[in-house]
C-alpha cells in the first residue's frame, strides 16, 4: 500500500489483487460483470479517504467498540486505557466512517493503542497502519499488544514489518480478574483467551557494516 499525506486527508487506493496503488473504481458502469465479486472488487477499488480523529468522532467509534470490543477501555500490560481519548485517523469511504486506528507516543515511542476496520479485508486497515506510521515517522520503535487468538492481526503485522517482541503467558487472564470482568474466554477461531503478544516495528536503524 503506498499513499502520502497532503494536508488533512489523503487518499489511499488499494487493488484486491496484489495490494498495489491504482486509480478509484467507483461508476457500477465501470465494471462490467454484475457479480457479487465484481461488487467487492468496486468498493475496494473506491478510495478511502484518511483524515484525523476528531472528538466529534467519539459517538459512533464508542458505540462500534461497545459492540465488538468491550468498550472505549482496552486491558494490556496490566493497565486499562481509553482508546478513544488519544490521537488518531479515521478511515471514510463515500463520506462514512469505516475505520479508526489511536496511538500514544513517549519519546521516540510510539504505542498503536488501536486500530480496527468495520469493513475488512478491502485495504482499510493498512490505509490507517500507512497514516499512522507517516504520523509518527521520527519514532524509532512502534509497538503493539494483541492477544493469542488473533490470528489475524499476527497476519497482518507480520506481513508489513512488525516482529514478535514479548509473550505475556496468563496476562489477559489476570486482566480479566482484575480489570476488566467482560473480557471473553474464548476468543476468535474458539480459542481460549490468554496470553497477551507485543509486536515491534523498528525502524531508523543504523545500516550494518
Not at 489475524?152 to 514489518?161: D, K, P
Request: charged share 30%.
Amino acid at each position: 500500500m503506498r499513499g502520502r499525506l497532503t494536508g488533512s486527508a489523503t487518499r489511499w487506493v488499494a487493488s484486491p489483487f496484489d495490494g498495489t496503488a491504482t486509480r478509484s473504481v467507483c461508476d457500477a458502469d465501470q465494471l462490467r460483470v454484475p457479480t457479487k465479486r465484481a461488487i467487492k472488487m468496486r468498493r475496494s477499488l473506491c478510495a478511502v479517504v484518511i483524515r484525523e480523529y476528531q472528538e466529534s468522532d467519539r459517538g459512533w467509534a464508542e458505540a462500534f467498540l461497545n459492540d465488538q470490543f468491550g468498550g472505549a477501555l482496552q486491558a494490556r500490560r496490566g493497565e486499562l486505557i481509553d482508546v478513544l481519548a488519544l490521537p488518531g485517523f479515521v478511515a471514510e469511504r463515500n463520506g462514512r466512517p469505516v475505520g479508526v486506528v489511536t496511538y500514544r507516543r513517549e519519546s521516540d515511542e510510539c504505542e498503536l493503542a488501536f486500530i480496527a476496520a468495520l469493513e475488512r479485508h478491502e485495504g482499510v486497515g493498512t490505509a490507517l497502519l500507512g497514516a499512522l506510521l507517516e504520523a509518527v515517522a521520527e519514532c524509532e520503535r512502534v509497538w503493539l499488544v494483541t492477544t493469542n487468538d488473533n490470528l489475524e492481526a499476527l497476519r497482518f503485522y507480520q506481513r508489513r514489518g512488525f516482529v514478535l517482541s514479548a509473550l505475556r503467558p496468563g496476562a489477559v487472564a489476570d486482566s480479566r480478574q482484575r480489570l476488566k470482568p467482560q473480557i471473553a474466554s474464548v476468543g476468535d477461531f474458539g480459542i481460549p483467551l490468554r496470553d497477551e503478544l507485543e509486536l515491534r516495528l523498528l525502524r531508523n536503524r543504523p545500516a550494518g557494516p
